[in-house]
């Protein structure tokens, strides 16, 4: 087996699958030891506010997916590892791993005295259970990273060893950061996991622990006593205020209110101003495990989105530059295709039909689609992501484009709950929307892209998409350990997700986070604010 010492900053997935040595990290963003080798003394105390839209339905990490509740949830709960920019690994939980020559056994030196928030120790049961049947039950893409192992056995309190029934090339992928939290098994070994009263009061190893949710206007964490890495974390709370008005967010930020603010918190458009603002940080980094990709979701099941002409029609009458520019105000990328570029095997030489107005008319009239007298060939029903006004702005451009090949679109309006349950219900025809790929083709793409995933839950191939080449790729790609050859198969998928377009690939997007100069530290991990902070200080 091969070994990895406690603390090493990390192994590329490369040297991981080919040589199995670990390999030194080369982080961009400054790291705490960087700090503190620079003469940065953290400083305890103080209260980070930062904002947080929209408001999430719990903060049980793992019951919910969505970004706000995994911004709040990340610190409270923490992984066996996160992930450095580069996407390396650098130990949390787990202080130290050794992984089998076949890549079947992956053995995890925890750390010790890890209590949780009630002061319980975490030991490997802990681990065990949360890999095999809390997350097994209740993650989205539990098929394609839980469901493969075999057994996690615990020898000790301190050692867990998982043991998968084949190789999975992407496994250490799809168990850090966010992905596999270790929850308490004493308060979450429950028949029902979504329903279990304890998830209004959530208990995790993270740095900070819930003390208050008044709904509608604010969520508080505070220090977490007992946390296992002795003087951290330095803040003593953290409080998200919910704030529903845009405005209302950006002045919060501008005047100091709110000394932080990510994700979908600050309007695009008010980026150029809060770049020039002094005293304002922006960074475009943290978002790289995550890599978000935005993209029109097409219910394959309504005529005529069945017909692939006219969903590359409605690809081609879409400029992907004005959308990155004149909407996201130059945060970001135009879509090349199901992958964004931080993601590992992703192809450059894929690429989308370029945008041609004329081009996509031509390709309606050969698919049988004529104009009426009113120039109008059929209509379709939209619906907006309800994640603030630059979403809405989206789904407006989208009306306009289809308006000028001939497609009619009918708005729809529902919150962020009743999107979630229409789209997984498959009641809609298209939406707007925007996905992780989580650090891996086949855990980001499996659960969009494979037959198999056909399902009435949120986060799935709820449109219906049904390639058996595409299937037997992603089947195959899953196991592989030869880099060459996974990235062979993984280009011919890439190819012929463009060729089919079961979505209208927009954006490879990247989400600004805004700080105040007061704060050292916010942006250290591939995370992004979805990491524990618990190396965040007041200078």
Do not use: C
């Not at 120790?121 to 469901?147: C, G, I, Q, Y």
């Not at 803040?235 to 005047?255: F, H, K, M, N």
């Not at 394959?300 to 692939?308: G, H, M």
Request: glycine letters at 8%; proline letters at 8%.
């Amino acid at each position: 087996m091969t070994t990895f010492p406690p603390f090493v900053p990390g192994l590329t997935r490369r040297n991981l699958l080919k040589t199995g040595a670990a390999a030194a990290a080369s982080p961009v963003l400054m790291t705490l030891d960087q700090a503190l080798a620079q003469g940065v003394t953290p400083k305890r105390g103080g209260t980070l506010t930062s904002l947080l839209t929209p408001e999430p339905p719990v903060v049980m990490i793992g019951v919910n997916a969505q970004g706000p509740t995994l911004v709040v949830a990340s610190k409270m709960f923490q992984s066996l590892f996160t992930y450095t920019p580069t996407l390396e690994l650098k130990p949390v939980l787990a202080k130290s791993w050794e992984i089998s020559d076949d890549r079947r056994v992956y053995k995890f030196n925890l750390q010790k005295g890890v209590k949780f928030h009630d002061g319980t120790p975490m030991t490997s049961e802990d681990v065990a259970f949360s890999a095999m049947k809390f997350m097994r039950a209740l993650s989205v893409r539990s098929r394609t990273v839980f469901e493969p192992i075999e057994k996690v056995e615990t020898p000790d309190e301190h050692t867990a060893i998982f043991t998968l029934k084949l190789p999975l090339a992407a496994f250490m992928m799809g168990i850090g950061g966010t992905a596999l939290p270790i929850v308490p098994k004493h308060l979450n070994d429950v028949a029902d996991f979504r329903n279990n009263p304890n998830n209004a009061k959530p208990v995790g190893t993270g740095p900070f622990k819930l003390a208050e949710w008044r709904r509608g206007n604010f969520i508080r964490l505070v220090r977490h006593e007992e946390y296992w890495k002795p003087g951290q974390p330095y803040l003593d709370e953290i409080i998200y205020r919910i704030v529903p008005d845009s405005q209302s967010r950006a002045l919060a930020l501008q005047s100091g209110q709110a000394l932080l603010a990510g994700g979908n918190d600050i309007e695009p458009f008010d980026l150029p101003r809060f770049q020039q603002q002094p005293g304002m940080s922006v960074t475009m980094k943290g978002w790289e495990y995550y890599g978000p990709i935005s993209w029109i979701d097409l219910n394959k099941r309504v005529k005529p989105l069945d017909d692939v002409r006219v969903r590359r029609a409605m690809s081609m009458a879409m400029d992907r530059n004005f959308i990155v520019q004149k909407l996201w105000f130059g945060a970001g990328k135009p879509a090349t295709g199901p992958l964004g570029e931080t993601t590992p095997f992703y192809d450059p030489n894929v690429k989308l039909p370029p945008f041609d107005i004329a081009a996509a008319n031509k390709l309606l009239d050969e698919a049988g689609y004529k104009a009426d007298s009113r120039g109008l060939r059929f209509t379709l029903k939209h619906l907006p992501l309800p994640y603030g006004e630059v979403w809405t702005r989206l789904s407006e451009y989208f009306r306009a484009s289809m308006q000028k090949v001939g497609i009619g679109i009918t708005m729809e309006s529902s919150d962020a709950g009743s999107h979630n349950a229409r789209v997984a219900s498959w009641d809609y025809e298209t939406s707007a929307t925007y996905i992780y790929q989580v650090g891996d083709a086949n855990i980001g793409m499996e659960q969009y892209f494979m037959t198999e995933n056909i399902k009435k839950i949120p986060f799935n191939n709820v449109g219906g998409y049904s390639n058996p080449r595409v299937d037997e790729i992603l089947t195959k790609t899953r196991t592989m350990t030869d880099i060459a050859e996974r990235q062979k198969l993984l280009s011919e998928f890439q190819r012929i997700a463009v060729e089919d377009m079961p979505y209208l690939f927009l954006t490879q997007m990247a989400f600004p986070t805004y700080y105040s100069g007061k704060i050292s530290n916010p942006i250290s991990t591939g995370m992004g604010i979805s990491g524990d902070f618990d190396d965040v200080f007041f200078k």
